[in-house]
């Protein structure tokens, strides 16, 4: 099997700006784990302070030798109540967009990644179709000032989890458990990453801008096949139907769920089990991205843009990447337009509800200094980035 990969590739690693900056009091996540009842482990707290120590990250993917950085900006911070903008929060993530040009790695922008400001949520937040609108008001205007200094536009990270945990089974904000509600949140996403990309076109054209989907290889057991597009379907082509027109389509993976006549099963005997759960299974990679592919028509480029494993063991780390690695190549191999990996994520840092006790980190942080530590997956990743080749 070819070890290389294709001219012009991508590498990158990302973050989310509530699971390292710290003190995002102002939206409904900062408010959720502070709910009695939620379920969340642990306050997020300060973070990996990278609202702070933002430079001590760039560095970090300047020095690793990735090419791109995917983060995200955070609406609270930006637009702290309904049409009041904040020019110091503007400024603070085009210094972080600079200097990362600086350093010769590309900002990608997240524009919502699972936090939503709490003037919204108490609107009723993904729940009302107004949503949309003043989400892709605020695209547009943060396009049109930041434009210049962003390389690649993610509009809405994987709305399919905000939807799904979020508004059928309760455990993110705003937690409901309703099938009805769940599905017109589904609706509010597509019409509001619609209107996101329209948006930010205008705004600053020449972007390239997509949607980034969690996607599970969902495999059906026994007679488990009208189930399993029943789920695919809310979970997935959905919203792969709704990425028509755009430039990229982000696709995001860590395991498998296999599927029964009645629904999700527990894990296959003999597969390693990771601390989160769920089983180790790279192979689907390559799974979900000829799934997306075979959705989309094979009309739109795929970037990885998420994909990794929350860990302890940094040689499982390795391995998993590896194998995973190993798929994208074959994947490429079978025609699929695969134009860059991402890892997920740069640091150990703030995983939702589980707090900080999941390790996806290629760097460690330390809780008490937030010193940054690599580990010996960062570097060796690193060197694959560099070599553009396993």
């Known amino acids: 099997m070819a070890t290389n990969f294709p001219d012009g590739f991508t590498w990158g690693t990302a973050t989310a700006a509530h699971q390292i900056e710290g003190g995002n009091w102002n939206n409904d996540w900062w408010q959720w784990e502070h709910t009695e009842g939620s379920g969340c482990a642990e306050s997020s707290g300060d973070g990996c302070d990278s609202w702070n120590r933002w430079p001590d990250d760039v560095a970090l993917c300047r020095d690793l030798g990735f090419d791109n950085y995917r983060f995200s900006i955070e609406w609270s911070r930006i637009e702290p109540e309904e049409g009041e903008w904040s020019s110091a929060a503007v400024a603070h993530y085009r210094a972080q967009c600079e200097a990362l040009l600086a350093a010769g790695v590309d900002p990608v922008v997240t524009f919502h990644h699972f936090t939503t400001p709490r003037w919204v949520a108490a609107k009723g937040g993904w729940t009302e179709p107004a949503t949309a609108d003043a989400f892709a ?224 980190g290629l760097v460690s942080v330390d809780r008490t200094t937030f010193g940054r530590t690599p580990k010996p997956s960062a570097h060796w990743l690193g060197q694959i980035a560099k070599a553009n080749a396993l």
């Open 137 to 360: 008001a605020f695209c547009g205007r943060v396009a049109g000032e930041l434009g210049d200094v962003i390389r690649r536009a993610c509009t809405i990270n994987e709305p399919n989890i905000v939807s799904t945990i979020g508004h059928l089974a309760g455990a993110f904000p705003p937690g409901i458990r309703d099938v009805e509600t769940r599905r017109k949140v589904n609706g509010v996403f597509v019409d509001a990453h619609r209107k996101a990309v329209d948006a930010i076109r205008r705004a600053a054209p020449g972007i390239p801008v997509g949607l980034t989907l969690s996607m599970d290889d969902y495999q059906a057991v026994d007679g488990g096949e009208s189930k399993r597009d029943q789920i695919r379907y809310r979970m997935q082509d959905e919203f792969l139907h709704a990425t028509e027109g755009d430039d990229f389509v982000g696709v995001q993976t860590y395991s498998r769920s296999r599927i029964g006549p009645n629904g999700v099963l527990p894990n296959e005997e003999g597969v390693p089990v990771l601390p989160m759960g769920y089983e180790f299974w790279p192979d689907a990679l390559p799974a979900c991205l000829a799934r997306a592919w075979e959705v989309t028509k094979g009309e739109i480029p795929l970037l990885v843009t998420e994909n990794g494993i929350g860990t302890d063991d940094d040689e499982q780390r390795i391995a998993y990447v590896q194998s995973a690695l190993e798929g994208v190549l074959r994947a490429i191999a079978d025609g699929i337009d695969v134009r860059g990996y991402t890892y997920w994520s740069l640091l150990d840092n703030f995983e939702w509800a589980y707090g900080y006790r999941p390790r996806f």
